[in-house]
């Protein structure tokens, strides 16, 4: 996350099988993926954005009586920003655990250090990694109100971080902890059932940054709880994934042509509503299409735009004049290879004019599916759906501060709209549908215009457990 993008109170035995055998909420899965996994679960906490002394430390007693204001249960500490932050922890735990605080510590990985990335590291321990798991098992040892801890922007250094890696990293930790619990930080777009089926053995749950709505948060749940591996109506390709020239994900139904329709001038229309989650300015790799027996009548490229839903209309009058009926298709297709490119293309709100369909997107028998390459499909029957057989605790990460908010919903970045999306994320959490959330950077200071609206909505949506 860089410095512009980046909490356990349970010491007690007895809180911890009270954590650990607590009733579920909504469909959640008993089924954790570790037994540590348990204790991850309803937390409300908040990350970095430390309150510091002139002299650069941070003020240990002012975080703690701010984060008591915020009616948070937990706090991610973040060691980078300066190399006493190790020490300073050690101040901030005891009196974190007099006022009922949890704490998780925060790492950031090789892509956020040198020599990749400026000139801070997080000390002291630097890049060594199995290091930092048993130093950090030691200190939970002595403060058991430590108890869990963070890498960010863990897949994007995946290369480093294998399973392998991290089973070592857990290991090292938990011959001195077992209880300590380990999340990697991934954004939504990240998660998808090759992670789940890589990781899931080795990790606690995982931290998801940044959703754009309800319906992000929802597809994030249903993968991590075996539920589905893509959304009905959805295409998508991962991320760090090769694909080549003319691999593509396609899905397919036959439509009649209505008789007046089949010879006469009156126009035939398709409509449906559409997003994808790439807005960014590369371009060239990935298009979205509309076929017509075969043919490319309606297409975009996947890059640009905006995030949010739109409607779309497109005439197909000339391919389906004199015809009885025809295959309609669409189709995500990549006119050049890519290496690290992830995206998914929703589609809803299918309808026709003068034509008469067999299936909306929402039904998955009538679709008849084709692809070549990673690509994967909400669509058709043989739809992976899942079996519920596992639960990725899931911790969902919304920012609190303006840059961030600008950079990943756009303006206005108000405290109001900030406050929209943390109540969006609450909201999913008493439905079930995560296990906690965490404000990315909430301004702490006494004028910020920010946390009282936070407070207010932590306070009225309860503090976890």
């Given amino acids: 996350m860089q410095t512009f993008r980046r909490c356990w109170l349970c010491g007690l035995a007895a809180l911890w099988a009270a954590c650990a055998s607590a009733p579920t909420q909504g469909e959640r899965p008993v089924q954790t993926t570790s037994g540590r996994g348990s204790l991850v679960l309803d937390r409300l906490a908040d990350y970095n954005s430390e309150l510091r002394r002139p002299d650069g430390r941070v ?4 975080m703690v009586k701010r984060l008591k204001e915020l ?5 991610y500490w973040l060691i980078w920003h300066a190399p006493t932050d190790w020490d300073d922890l050690q101040a901030f735990l005891p009196k974190a655990a007099e006022a009922g605080l949890e704490v998780w510590v925060y790492l950031v990985p090789p892509s956020e250090s040198p020599p990749q990335y400026g000139t ?5 321990f630097r890049l060594d990694y199995g290091r930092w798991a048993e130093e950090i098992a030691r200190l939970s040892l002595r403060h058991p109100n430590l108890t869990a801890w963070v890498i960010d922007d863990f897949y994007a250094n995946h290369r480093l971080f294998t399973p392998a890696y991290v089973r070592d990293m857990q290991a090292r930790a938990h011959r001195t902890n077992a209880r300590l619990a380990f999340l990697p930080l991934m954004y ?4 998808n059932r090759r992670f789940v089926d890589d990781y899931r053995e080795v990790i606690d749950g995982v931290v998801v940054a940044y959703p754009q709505d309800r319906e992000e948060i929802e597809r994030a749940w249903a993968v991590l709880n075996d539920q589905a591996a893509a959304m009905p109506g959805e295409f998508s390709f991962p991320s760090d994934t090769p694909s080549e020239a003319g691999d593509f994900v396609m899905a397919a139904q036959p439509a009649k042509v209505l008789p007046a329709d089949r010879y006469r001038l009156r126009c035939c229309v398709l409509r449906f509503r559409e997003r994808d989650t790439f807005t960014g300015p590369t371009a060239g790799y990935h298009f979205k299409q509309l076929l017509i027996d075969g043919a490319v009548v309606w297409e975009e490229d996947a890059a640009g735009g905006a995030a949010a839903w739109r409607d779309v209309a497109v005439d197909v009058t000339s391919a389906v004049r004199g015809k009885a009926g025809v295959n309609i298709a669409f189709r995500l297709f990549d006119k050049k290879g ?6 998914r293309w929703r589609l809803s709100g299918l309808e026709a004019e003068g034509l008469e369909l067999a299936a909306d997107f929402g039904s998955r028998g009538p679709w008849q599916v084709d692809r070549r390459g990673a690509f994967e499909s909400g669509f058709g029957p043989a739809t992976k759906k899942g ?20 950079l990943r919903h756009g303006d206005p970045a108000t405290p109001d709209r900030i406050a929209q999306w943390l109540r969006l994320c609450l909201q999913s959490r008493r439905d079930g ?3 906690g959330v965490v404000t990315y950077c909430l301004d702490k200071q006494p004028q910020s215009p920010t946390f ?6 932590f306070a009225e949506f309860g503090g976890g457990k």
């Fill in 71 to 75: 009616g948070v249960t937990t706090y």
């Fill in 387 to 406: 079996e519920g057989r596992f639960h990725v605790p899931f911790i969902v990460m919304t920012a609190g501060v303006e840059y961030e908010f600008r």
């Fill in 338 to 343: 890519v290496s690290n490119f992830p995206v």
């Fill in 59 to 62: 003020d240990v007693d002012a």
């Fill in 452 to 457: 009282p609206l936070a407070r207010k909505l």
């Fill in 188 to 191: 939504f777009d990240e998660i």
């Fill in 120 to 124: 801070l590291y997080g000390e002291p």
């Fill in 433 to 435: 549908k995560c296990d």
